[in-house]
Antibody, heavy 118, light 108 residues
């Protein structure tokens, strides 16, 4: 069965960087784009960007341009999202999601809580 | 940047029809998708490509789109349908996604 398993919770200081991983199983990793979505406590979903695991091509939301980097390691079917220059407003649960052929997000990771605090 | 607009809240009694709207300038050309999110859980897809229902989603969930507005309809809403609902689409280029602000559905 398809699964996306994310890395554990992180606590970071302002100005630091965080790298969240998303390990895929149950399907061919390079066949589907991975998107990243975040959600601050009590707030809505926020789309961050996408990555094509086959080509490595990416597309980022304008808000995160210059601060976010999405990469992958195809040998271990894992996608990564790194966010730099963290500030308190980046405290959120970060999700990876597989993008199906129809453009929907059909499978989601369990979420990774990133807390930014001095 | 591109935005999708949803009402913050919708409230209905059990058995009534709930309608949640989502407006965006690119919706005439881009599909809308709808996600249900219950507290503490990851979102679940309930409608894709404007009006298609994934397997396992009850028939009471339906979607439509006309012009710059997409609509999620829950016919005969149940108490278990209480959740936050988000529409999702892309900008006209198709390269950047966006979620609506979310609508809290109350069924009581």
């Amino acid at each position: 069965q398809v699964q996306l398993v994310q890395s554990g919770a992180e606590v970071k200081k302002p100005g630091a960087s965080v790298k969240v991983s998303c390990k895929a199983s149950g399907y061919t990793f390079t066949s589907y784009d991975i998107n990243w979505v975040r959600q601050a406590t009590g707030q809505g979903l926020e789309w961050m960007g996408w990555m094509n695991p086959n080509s490595g091509n990416t597309g980022y939301a304008q808000k995160f341009q210059g601060r976010v980097t999405m990469t992958r390691n195809t040998s271990i079917s894992t996608a990564y999202m790194e966010l730099s220059s963290l500030r308190s407003e980046d405290t959120a649960v970060y999700y990876c999601a597989r993008e199906a052929d129809a453009g929907d997000f059909d499978y989601w990771g369990q979420g990774t809580l990133v807390t930014v605090s001095s | 940047s591109y935005e999708l607009t949803q009402p913050p809240s919708v409230s209905v009694s059990p058995g009534q029809t709930a309608r949640i709207t989502c407006s965006g300038d690119a919706l005439p050309k881009k599909y809308a998708y709808w996600y249900q999110q219950k507290s503490g859980q990851a979102p679940v897809l309930v409608i894709y490509e404007d009006s298609k229902r994934p397997s396992g989603i009850p028939e009471r969930f339906s979607g439509s789109s006309s012009g710059t507005m997409a609509t999620l309809t829950i016919s005969g809403a149940q108490v278990e349908d209480e959740a936050d609902y988000y529409c999702y689409s892309t900008d006209s280029s198709g390269n950047h996604g966006v979620f609506g602000g979310g609508t809290k559905l109350t069924v009581l």
